[in-house]
């Protein structure tokens, strides 16, 4: 059973960076085709795809935000981390970690995300 | 904006079919995968690559594609099917992710 749980600050300051960590367990993420990937979604709004960390280290940020995240892996704790500098107000939601899957079958890509964790809150106030 | 477009709303009359659109150039490239949300909770996966349900899915829930447009069906909706829907793919440029924004399904 694959389970992904999010941890981190529930209140953060402007300007201050934001680290959140997504502990998993059920997979491992040095096995191909495996990825973890971070997915935002503020109060009453839509989801919003920030990043995703593969197997071989491969990482792939959202265009509009690249500048100010990064992710990295820790395979030997089971751990995928994402720090988000210089936080605003708009950055307030709910962030989810989730386990992807990538694939190829006769040349087409397939991708997923499957399961989630149950997301933590975040807000940025003074 | 996002990159693939959903219809804000829809709604369906208990027991009858129901189809969310998802609209966007990298469909024309790459499969969408589609997740319901209900309130107060994590997306959960209902559909991926050209038309596969996860375990537990029921099969009422299918995918298809055509063109620049990725679709779910909810045949005979349920009341249960009562949530957002939003679909997920690659970006125009293939190097990262994008939703949908986000499709609400009222079960009548």
């Known amino acids: 059973q694959i389970t992904l749980k999010e941890s981190g600050p529930t209140l953060v300051k402007p300007t201050q960076t934001l680290t959140l960590t997504c502990t998993f367990s059920g997979f491992s993420l040095s096995t191909s085709g495996v990825g973890v990937g971070w997915i935002r979604q503020p109060p009453g709004k839509a989801l919003e795809w920030l990043a995703l960390?593969?197997?071989?280290?491969?990482?792939r940020y959202s265009p509009s935000l690249k500048s100010r995240l990064t992710i990295t892996k820790d395979t030997s704790k089971n751990q995928v981390v994402l720090t988000m500098t210089n936080m605003d107000p708009v950055d307030t939601a709910t962030y989810y970690c989730?386990?992807?899957?990538?694939?190829?079958?006769?040349?087409?890509?397939?991708?997923?995300?499957?399961?989630w964790g149950q997301g933590t809150l975040v807000t940025v106030s003074s | 904006s996002s990159e693939l477009t959903q219809d804000p709303a829809v709604s369906v009359a208990l027991g009858q079919t129901v189809r969310i659109t998802c609209q966007g150039d990298?469909?024309?490239?790459?499969?969408a995968s589609w997740y319901q949300q209900k309130p107060g909770q994590a997306p959960v996966l209902v559909i991926y690559?050209?038309?596969n349900r996860p375990s537990g899915i029921p099969d009422r829930f299918s995918g298809s594609s055509s063109g620049n447009t990725a679709s779910l069906t909810i045949t005979g909706a349920q009341a249960e099917d009562e949530a957002d829907y939003y679909c997920?793919?690659?970006?125009?440029?293939?190097?990262?992710?994008?939703f949908g924004g986000g499709t609400k399904l009222t079960v009548l």
């Open positions: 989730a386990h992807g899957i990538i694939t190829m079958v006769r040349g087409v890509i397939f991708h997923w995300f499957d399961p």
């Open positions: 997920n793919s690659r970006d125009s440029s293939g190097n990262s992710w994008v």
């Open positions: 960390i593969y197997w071989n280290d491969d990482k």
């Open positions: 690559g050209k038309n």
């Open positions: 990298s469909l024309r490239s790459y499969y």
